[in-house]
């Protein structure tokens, strides 16, 4: 069984390439038990590949993947379902179900991977969208008639209704604007301290890194270049971190910018 | 070198599509016979696979079994032949034309709307989605699809033979002076087991076809509109390829004892 000390997700040596594209080159990266860590990273360095790999969405080529301290990596069917039962996840376009209104979006895995009936998961699904903001009204809307903003409440919503062990963010605050980014940032640290969660959140939004996270990483070319406490990051020693931090397009950070 | 090269790639894409394809329909099959089953999934698809498709069905086949009969009628009244207009149309409706018109026009209605709804659903994340909450995409979205698409057709496909069949009634009564009670009754005298059965086996496996095509096309889409775009253009000329190609097999298997 796992204890205290061991870490809630490990990735070691992970690597996956896509034709000739090496996008994970031998990552390594810990996430503890109940804490809130941020990975950065300009657009296209891996980060979501890394959040899919854990999930199993894809396959890494190498490396191995933890999840309280079982190796998850090349799990399948029923016992891959069982790790998933441990995860919430709010995608960067929300990825709700058009076809399904906004309540059974958010109960969609309580039904589904848990097996609860539906009018008690309906139950749930409305006090779940009560504390992202969302009033019961909002609850037999269909997801097309929602803004932006909305979207991704009840995205949080879904990710947080089954009381995961584990939530993943991955870019939550990306399309919005900077008061409703902060809203969600918010709700983001509400609702993993209310639910007691470890999460990871990538972003390259620097504003909601420092408001989320207790670490930050930073992603680049495959590997984890640095990572510590968040009031360290202004103070990281790193040019790479102090060049993406700051957004200059002077640095060690060269854009591939083909012609 | 490059013409190699081309060769090669155009022989890897070939291996890894059939490949993929192969994994994807058994994956497909095999989630037919492992729970969980969605009823309501599968009756929604029904509805949406069967129950809507039936207007445009119904008008091809009506049409159809009319052409139908003003041609026989012309080559067979050449050899003094009319009464076998009736039994031919009857034939020709049940075995091939029924199946076939019906295949290839829940084809275009079907297998787009498929590919469409899945490939969209691939690229906004929302198959990912599913896999975060722990149901598997395959049996959520494929196996409803492929079991309401097997059941739906031969059904469709009954109500297409008779309307075919009732095209070329009137047809013949109403323009080629055939009396209707004759007509008929050398319908129900003509009509046999294999007739029937042959089309509506054929009209389950092209519904197999049909259903597999669209969700095989979607789930494999990517980009964004343009490859939803032409994941939905794959998915109808595939199968519509495929039900033309199944149609020459089952009709050698079916028929082959003469």
């Given at each position: 069984?796992?204890?205290?000390?061991?870490?809630?997700?490990?990735?070691?040596?992970?690597?996956?390439?896509?034709?000739?594209?090496?996008?994970?080159?031998?990552?390594?990266?810990?996430?503890?038990?109940?804490?809130?860590?941020?990975?950065?990273?300009?657009?296209?360095?891996?980060?979501?590949?890394?959040?899919?790999?854990?999930?199993?969405?894809?396959?890494?080529?190498?490396?191995?993947?933890?999840?309280?301290?079982?190796?998850?990596?090349?799990?399948?069917?029923?016992?891959?379902?069982?790790?998933?039962?441990?995860?919430?996840?709010?995608?960067?376009?929300?990825?709700?179900?058009?076809?399904?209104?906004?309540?059974?979006?958010?109960?969609?895995?309580?039904?589904?991977?848990?097996?609860?009936?539906?009018?008690?998961?309906?139950?749930?699904?409305?006090?779940?969208?009560?504390?992202?903001?969302?009033?019961?009204?909002?609850?037999?809307?269909?997801?097309?008639?929602?803004?932006?903003?909305?979207?991704?409440?009840?995205?949080?919503?879904?990710?947080?209704?089954?009381?995961?062990?584990?939530?993943?963010?991955?870019?939550?605050?990306?399309?919005?604007?900077?008061?409703?980014?902060?809203?969600?940032?918010?709700?983001?640290?509400?609702?993993?301290?209310?639910?007691?969660?470890?999460?990871?959140?990538?972003?390259?939004?620097?504003?909601?890194?420092?408001?989320?996270?207790?670490?930050?990483?930073?992603?680049?070319?495959?590997?984890?270049?640095?990572?510590?406490?968040?009031?360290?990051?202004?103070?990281?020693?790193?040019?790479?971190?102090?060049?993406?931090?700051?957004?200059?397009?002077?640095?060690?950070?060269?854009?591939?910018?083909?012609? | 070198?490059?013409?190699?090269?081309?060769?090669?790639?155009?022989?890897?894409?070939?291996?890894?599509?059939?490949?993929?394809?192969?994994?994807?329909?058994?994956?497909?099959?095999?989630?037919?016979?492992?729970?969980?089953?969605?009823?309501?999934?599968?009756?929604?698809?029904?509805?949406?696979?069967?129950?809507?498709?039936?207007?445009?069905?119904?008008?091809?086949?009506?049409?159809?079994?009319?052409?139908?009969?003003?041609?026989?009628?012309?080559?067979?009244?050449?050899?003094?032949?009319?009464?076998?207009?009736?039994?031919?149309?009857?034939?020709?409706?049940?075995?091939?034309?029924?199946?076939?018109?019906?295949?290839?026009?829940?084809?275009?209605?079907v297998a787009a709307a498929i590919a469409a709804e899945i490939g969209t659903m691939r690229v906004t994340e929302q198959i990912d989605a599913l896999t975060t909450l722990s149901t598997n995409p395959i049996k959520y979205l494929v196996v409803p699809r492929i079991v309401a698409a097997v059941i739906s057709m031969p059904i469709l496909v009954a109500i297409a033979d008779s309307i075919g069949v009732f095209g070329g009634y009137v047809a013949s009564t109403e323009a080629l002076g055939f009396n209707g009670a004759v007509y008929l009754g050398n319908t129900v005298n003509g009509v046999t087991y294999d007739d029937v059965s042959s089309g509506l086996i054929k009209a389950a496996v092209f519904g197999f076809i049909i259903a597999l095509m669209g969700c095989y096309n979607g789930f494999h889409s990517k980009g964004g509109a343009q490859g939803v775009g032409s994941a939905t253009t794959n998915a109808v000329v595939s199968a519509s390829?495929?039900?033309?190609?199944?149609?020459?097999?089952?009709?050698?298997?079916?028929?082959?004892?003469?």
């Amino acid at each position: 069984m796992a204890d205290a000390l061991t870490p809630k997700v490990e990735l070691r040596g992970v690597k996956k390439r896509f034709g000739s594209k090496i996008v994970l080159d031998g990552l390594d990266l810990t996430i503890g038990r109940g804490e809130s860590l941020v990975v950065i990273g300009g657009s296209g360095t891996g980060k979501s590949v890394m959040i899919k790999c854990v999930l199993g969405i894809l396959k890494p080529d190498a490396g191995q993947i933890f999840v309280d301290g079982k190796e998850v990596t090349k799990l399948r069917g029923g016992a891959r379902e069982d790790v998933l039962r441990k995860f919430g996840m709010l995608f960067q376009g929300a990825a709700l179900f058009d076809s399904l209104p906004v309540w059974e979006n958010v109960a969609f895995g309580l039904i589904q991977g848990h097996g609860v009936p539906r009018r008690k998961a309906k139950d749930i699904a409305v006090e779940k969208l009560g504390k992202v903001g969302l009033g019961p009204d909002v609850a037999m809307l269909s997801p097309a008639e929602l803004s932006g903003g909305m979207q991704k409440r009840v995205g949080l919503a879904r990710a947080i209704a089954a009381n995961p062990e584990i939530i993943f963010f991955d870019e939550p605050t990306t399309g919005l604007d900077p008061i409703m980014a902060d809203v969600i940032n918010d709700l983001i640290v509400a609702t993993v301290k209310d639910v007691g969660a470890t999460a990871l959140s990538i972003t390259h939004d620097m504003v909601s890194s420092r408001k989320i996270s207790d670490r930050i990483a930073m992603l680049y070319q495959g590997k984890i270049i640095w990572q510590g406490p968040t009031s360290e990051i202004d103070h990281s020693g790193n040019a790479y971190v102090d060049q993406f931090i700051h957004g200059r397009a002077e640095g060690p950070i060269k854009m591939e910018v083909r012609r | 070198m490059n013409v190699f090269a081309a060769i090669g790639r155009v022989v890897l894409n070939f291996f890894s599509q059939t490949g993929r394809l192969t994994v994807f329909t058994a994956d497909a099959v095999s989630g037919v016979v492992r729970p969980p089953v969605y009823w309501t999934l599968i009756v929604q698809q029904m509805i949406r696979i069967g129950f809507f498709s039936l207007p445009v069905v119904g008008l091809t086949a009506f049409f159809t079994g009319g052409v139908l009969a003003l041609q026989i009628y012309n080559g067979a009244s050449r050899y003094g032949a009319e009464t076998f207009v009736p039994v031919v149309v009857l034939v020709g409706i049940t075995r091939e034309l029924g199946p076939v018109i019906a295949g290839l026009m829940v084809a275009g209605r079907v297998a787009a709307a498929i590919a469409a709804e899945i490939g969209t659903m691939r690229v906004t994340e929302q198959i990912d989605a599913l896999t975060t909450l722990s149901t598997n995409p395959i049996k959520y979205l494929v196996v409803p699809r492929i079991v309401a698409a097997v059941i739906s057709m031969p059904i469709l496909v009954a109500i297409a033979d008779s309307i075919g069949v009732f095209g070329g009634y009137v047809a013949s009564t109403e323009a080629l002076g055939f009396n209707g009670a004759v007509y008929l009754g050398n319908t129900v005298n003509g009509v046999t087991y294999d007739d029937v059965s042959s089309g509506l086996i054929k009209a389950a496996v092209f519904g197999f076809i049909i259903a597999l095509m669209g969700c095989y096309n979607g789930f494999h889409s990517k980009g964004g509109a343009q490859g939803v775009g032409s994941a939905t253009t794959n998915a109808v000329v595939s199968a519509s390829i495929l039900i033309l190609a199944a149609n020459y097999i089952l009709t050698s298997v079916i028929f082959s004892h003469g």
